[in-house]
């Protein structure tokens, strides 16, 4: 089970108090509303005009908005009225399943775990908490229940620190740095690999850990052995 006092409990809506960056105004009362993101409800165009928000999403790159909206993945989105002001794309799968860069986040090799595809929000409405109520979401509604998952993955940007430093506040621990991960126009970009270790999960130990675990046990007797000779 994870738990964890940086996210707070929102299954009711969110008032927004404050003026958004637009100039236009939240007034005291408006309600911010989470719900699936679903076809036939003109959620694909929605997506369409909140792509620009995350130029590199997974989203613009490699599927189609029906594929969002179709029930395949696990898509949430907050909504200000009709319009989709801040959503979540992710999915569940074994770490058998997942592309052979991302196989050693966990050691056990039948653990699930929950890639997220993309969590954007709208300018105007950045600075609110609804990146982190949209996280907030997915550890209450994925990971928290069966078949529990081990951990919470993405890729970012290296160079996108805003977002970097988001997930860093809340658990996130960086992995690896994939080179050249993401095709940006005429350029590559490197990749970071941040995961959040669920369920009494913990990393796998690597080979410096391995190092570092040899070298107390050796040391160890060593040290004794001086303080008796030169004490």
């Known amino acids: 089970m994870y738990t964890s006092a940086l996210y707070p409990s929102q299954t009711s809506p969110v008032p927004i108090h404050r003026p958004r960056r637009d100039g236009r105004l939240g007034w005291p009362g408006r309600k911010i509303r989470t719900r699936k993101l679903v076809s036939g409800a003109g959620d694909s165009r929605r997506l369409l005009r909140l792509r620009s928000t995350r130029p590199y999403s997974f ?119 994939l080179l050249n991960y993401y095709h940006l126009k005429s350029e590559y970009g490197d990749a970071c690999t941040y995961v959040l270790y669920t369920n009494g999960s913990r990393p796998p130990f690597s080979f410096g850990d391995v190092c570092r675990s040899v070298g107390t046990v050796i040391c160890f007797p060593l040290k004794a052995i001086c303080r008796t000779f030169f004490h």
């Open 59 to 177: 989203i613009s790159a490699y599927c189609r908005f029906e594929e969002v909206v179709a029930g395949e993945l696990i898509s949430v989105g907050l909504f200000d009225g009709k319009q989709l002001v801040a959503m979540m794309v992710a999915e569940t799968k074994t770490i058998l399943h997942c592309n052979p860069e991302d196989r050693d986040i966990v050691a056990d090799s039948g653990a699930h775990v929950v890639y997220m595809l993309s969590l954007a929000v709208s300018h105007a409405y950045r600075r609110l908490g609804l990146a982190s109520r949209l996280l907030r979401h997915l550890l209450d509604s994925v990971v928290d229940n069966s078949p529990y998952p081990k951990a919470v993955f993405l890729h970012v940007l290296s160079t996108n620190a805003p977002a970097i430093k988001f997930y860093k506040a809340h658990g996130f621990v960086h992995h690896t740095t």
